[in-house]
Antibody
Framework: HLQLQESGPGLVKPSETLSLTCAVS??????????WGWIRQSPRKGLEWIGS???????FYRPSLKSRATISLDTSRNQFSLRLTSLTAADTAVYYC?????????????WGPGILVTVSS | QSDLTQPPSASGTPGQTVTISCSGT????????VHWYQQVPGTAPKLLIYGDHHRPSGVPDRFSGSKSGILASLAIGGLQSEDEATYFC???????????FGGGTNLAVL
């Protein structure tokens, strides 16, 4: 049974960098044929895909976030991470990690419970 | 304003069938495949329909998806109180090169 769990800070200051981790259990990221990624949700912007990656090295990012977002893999811990730099209040959202569905790199079929991140001084 | 247009709210009584629409453009709904998600407040979205009309394992056949041109629809038959949630549609946009989501439809079971 696949489970995903986000962890990280709930409050980050403007201009700082956000680092979130997604722990995966019930499947191996390195051996998986699926994409894994991050999506965020805010009242102002709704659901917003951030990016996805495949263990074979293929990555996709939202164009407007590509310069600030990095998704990386830690196979030894079976987890993956999101790093988002130069935060502003507009980055305040619930962040979800997700496993993407078969034959798609962007549409989740399994989600973590989400973590609320607030950007404020 | 969302890229895919959904009615903000819908309602029905137990046992009824409710249909939720999702209007897009030729660069997303018409050209791509549509996915539908159900979100209960305070929880993560759950995949209901993928590839326009396919149901993941465990999703009741009361839920069905369809698409014609730039319009996709989610039908919920035999409405139950547990169906009260927000429903989102999503599709890849070939021009924007990102997935686009609807603003969500809040379904009330009266």
């Amino acid at each position: 049974h696949l489970q995903l769990q986000e962890s990280g800070p709930g409050l980050v200051k403007p201009s700082e960098t956000l680092s979130l981790t997604c722990a995966v259990s019930g499947d191996s990221i390195s051996g998986s044929t699926y994409y894994w990624g991050w999506i965020r949700q805010s009242p102002r912007k709704g659901l917003e895909w951030i990016g996805s990656f495949h263990s074979r090295g293929s990555n996709f990012y939202r164009p407007s976030l590509k310069s600030r977002a990095t998704i990386s893999l830690d196979t030894s811990r079976n987890q993956f991470s999101l790093r988002l730099t130069s935060l502003t209040a507009a980055d305040t959202a619930v962040y979800y990690c997700a496993k993407m569905g078969q034959s798609t790199h962007w549409a989740p079929d399994q989600w973590g419970p989400g973590i609320l991140v607030t950007v404020s001084s | 304003q969302s890229d895919l247009t959904q009615p903000p709210s819908a309602s029905g009584t137990p046992g009824q069938t409710v249909t939720i629409s999702c209007s897009g453009t030729s660069s997303n709904v018409e050209r791509g495949t549509v996915h539908w998600y159900q979100q209960v407040p305070g929880t993560a979205p759950k995949l209901l329909i993928y590839g326009d009309h396919h149901r993941p394992s465990g999703v009741p056949d009361r839920f069905s998806g369809s698409k014609s041109g730039i319009l996709a629809s989610l039908a919920i038959g035999g409405l139950q109180s547990e169906d009260e949630a927000t429903y989102f549609c999503a599709a890849w946009d070939d021009v924007l090169n990102v997935p686009v989501f609807g603003g969500g439809t809040n379904l009330a079971v009266l």
